[in-house]
């Protein structure tokens, strides 16, 4: 069984989409580890409550280098697979890249190259987009700028506001991110340029 | 019945979708004249045997200002309510903007803000994005940067090649840019920051 290593921040909604979906046999892997750089993240309670080894690791006050490297010990202790963020408000240091190079997964609520960075589904709402949505994609050491994995679109409505529309874009979230995994699990692609191929289809 | 003029620089496969969708009652409005600024482009051609105003208009040598300002000219004459660009490859002054606030557009074959410029399909492409698409907004002054009246998604498939995802997006194209211009020409819209909102809608 492949081995998760969960990254995050705050809530980690996209933590506990991905635990269900493991729960319900739509994904077969495991968490072996939650790491949080915050205390009082609540996604390290529901790890608990989900009987997962949860681990907070303060980040403040330390240099990037450093934590990074104290993180990169713990997920190889669990002889993790694969990182996976979910809602990690952190940038990666080099190192820490290159430790997992293309085994560490994002997701991102906005069809990236467009509305890197926070609050993605508000900027979208704001410049007009009609079409906005998510984006799973490896991780580099730059702002979501890593290949991209899955895209799902979000239609804007007449009536949306920008949490309604969010709203909808974290359901769609909770399912690519979930596919994107389970892709990246099963070996079945590669990387041409920065595109990300099925390994079904033969080399050009 | 409302009259569109079109600005165009080579084939305007966009201004011929939009004669058809005319001509098949689609779209309730006409087309009062076709400018180019390259006397070769195709277009005109095209423009002829419809039996259409054609002018050919060079802007080779001419100062923005100045070449704008006749184009303007010929818009004046024929009474244009819309002015419709259609791989017109040349930026607005901001004199022609102001004098046709928001009574220009343009089609995009990317999802604005993505991928701006030349060649959007191949730099979308390359970027490995799995959603593509286009976009119809208004025009200012600055490159593929005017609020966004409708945009549509198209999917990248695993045999996808450029050339094939740019023929997918085109066929996009021909669609959203009548349905832009009928709401457009409909007046139920209005303006909120960027947002191309409808006039339906209560304001916030």
């Given at each position: 069984m492949k081995k998760l290593g969960v990254l995050l921040s705050g809530r980690g909604s996209n933590f506990e989409a991905i635990a269900r979906n493991i729960a319900d046999g739509k994904l077969k892997a495991e968490i072996a580890v939650v790491i949080s750089n915050r205390p009082e993240a609540p996604g390290l309670e529901t790890a608990r409550r989900l009987g997962l080894h949860a681990v907070a690791l303060p980040s403040k006050g330390l240099p990037r280098e450093e934590f990074d490297s104290q993180v990169a010990s713990i997920l190889d202790q669990h002889n993790v697979d694969l990182v996976v963020l979910a809602g990690y408000m952190r940038l990666l240091s080099g190192a820490f890249v290159k430790h997992f190079a293309m085994r560490i997964v994002n997701i991102h609520p906005s069809l990236l190259p467009a509305f890197p960075g926070l609050d993605a589904q508000h900027q979208a709402f704001e410049y007009g987009v009609k079409i906005a949505g998510?984006?799973?994609?490896?991780?580099?050491?730059?702002?979501?700028?890593?290949?991209?994995i899955l895209q799902a679109a979000v239609a804007v409505e007449e009536a949306d506001t920008a949490e309604t529309l969010s709203a909808r874009i974290l359901k769609k979230e909770h399912r690519i991110y979930t596919d994107?995994?389970?892709?990246?699990?099963?070996?079945?692609?590669?990387?041409?340029?920065?595109?990300?191929?099925?390994?079904?289809?033969?080399?050009?």
């Open positions: 998510c984006t799973a994609h490896f991780v580099d050491e730059h702002l979501d700028s890593g290949p991209i994107a995994i389970r892709l990246v699990l099963s070996g079945e692609w590669r990387i041409e340029g920065r595109r990300v191929v099925s390994s079904r289809m033969p080399l050009r």
